[in-house]
């Protein structure tokens, strides 16, 4: 057991949810999708954090319906989605699709309103429609990449 109760916290986390999470352990920026990502939106993300200042590495991936398709765990609820973020604690929270930001919704009795800029819970948040198709053209590239650009930078 370490010293740090965030830390307890952020480790147990893990341990219990671990089939739904991939990435950075430390959860600066949380990405929440439906189904686990393709590697064009995780790359264009990871480059999209690069470009804000925190590296390529700052990601936590949570994907509702765990990590690996077939892998035989059950979508997490509305209770377990509260839970896992509220245990990873992110700075920020980004959404990538209408299904995972509805999850969200009901997980914290809040509207997090899609395409547009929002908080969640005091969170940054950013819940896109659907990230990855708007990744299929030059005008949906730019409106992600609008939408992305408009969270805290990090400061150096």
Known sequence: MKSNAYENILEGTWEVFGGYLDGAREALICVVSA??????AHAALQSSFARLGYGTTAGTFL?????????????LGEKEVFTV???????????TDAEAGAACSRAYGQELPLDRRS????????????????LDSPKGKQAAWALLKSLPKAVS
Do not use: N, Q
């Open 119 to 134: 908080r969640l819970f005091g969170r940054e948040a950013r819940a896109f429609s659907s990230f990855g198709a708007m």
């Open 35 to 40: 189904a686990p990502l393709g590697e064009p």
């Open 85 to 95: 973020l509220e245990g990873l604690d992110p700075l920020m929270l980004l959404v």
């Open 63 to 75: 994907s509702l319906s765990g990590t690996e398709p077939g892998d035989g765990v059950p979508p």
